[in-house]
Antibody, heavy 119, light 108 residues
Framework: QVQLQESGPGLVKPSQTLSLTCTVS??????????WSWIRQPAGKRLEWIGH???????NYNPSLKSRVTISVDMSKNQFSLKLSSVTAADTAVYYC???????????WGQGTTVTVSS | SYELTQPPSVSVSPGQTARITCSGD??????VSWYQQKPGQAPVLLIY???ERPSGIPERFSGSSSGTTVTLTISGVQAEDEADYYC???????????FGGGTKLTVL
């Protein structure tokens, strides 16, 4: 049974880069047909798809965040990562790492990690 | 950018049927998934491919699709079903994934 766990700083200063890592257990980031994804949710607001990296290494990002986002995979560590540059208070949210499957569904979610952008 | 539209709230009495809709221009060609999120918890996948139910999801949760609107139906609503529900799909190209605004289900 695949499990995901987010890790990274809970506090990031404005204009800096937010960096989070997701460790995959019970499965492999090299599994075919999986989209390793990041989702975020500001307090009291909707879920927002940030982007994903496919098994082949190709990436897709939310157009509204594309200029600031990088998602990568480290197969040796069975992890995938998120980097979001030039953060502002608007990037304060709970960040989830998620496994996406074909037909746009996300079946395994991490517990989420809260990231606050503040000086 | 592509958007999915959900009603902000739906209220229903215990034992009744709740229906939550999700509308989007690309839905005739793209599948929809539904998620349940309770306060302080990560979302849980309820429905995928418009109407498929993952193992472990109660049969009272079902999905249907008609044109540009998909519907999540919860039959025999229970108090524990009170939560936020999100639809999710992709734009017409399948490149950009998107969530609806969420619907808060209140069990009266």
């Amino acid at each position: 049974q695949v499990q995901l766990q987010e890790s990274g700083p809970g506090l990031v200063k404005p204009s800096q880069t937010l960096s989070l890592t997701c460790t995959v257990s019970g499965g492999s980031v090299s599994s075919a047909s999986d989209y390793w994804s990041w989702i975020r949710q500001p307090a009291g607001k909707r879920l927002e798809w940030i982007g994903h990296i496919y098994t082949s290494g190709s990436t897709n990002y939310n157009p509204s965040l594309k200029s600031r986002v990088t998602i990568s995979v480290d197969m040796s560590k069975n992890q995938f990562s998120l980097k979001l540059s030039s953060v502002t208070a608007a990037d304060t949210a709970v960040y989830y790492c998620v496994r996406g499957r074909n037909y746009y569904n996300m079946d395994v979610w991490g517990q989420g990690t809260t990231v606050t952008v503040s000086s | 950018s592509y958007e999915l539209t959900q009603p902000p709230s739906v209220s229903v009495s215990p034992g009744q049927t709740a229906r939550i809709t999700c509308s989007g221009d690309a839905l005739p060609k793209q599948y929809v998934s539904w998620y349940q999120q309770k306060p302080g918890q990560a979302p849980v996948l309820l429905i995928y491919k418009d109407s498929e139910r993952p193992s472990g999801i109660p049969e009272r949760f079902s999905g249907s699709s008609s044109g540009t609107t998909v519907t999540l139906t919860i039959s025999g609503v229970q108090a524990e079903d009170e939560a936020d529900y999100y639809c999710q799909s992709a734009d017409s190209s399948g490149t950009d994934w998107v969530f609806g605004g969420g619907t808060k289900l209140t069990v009266l």
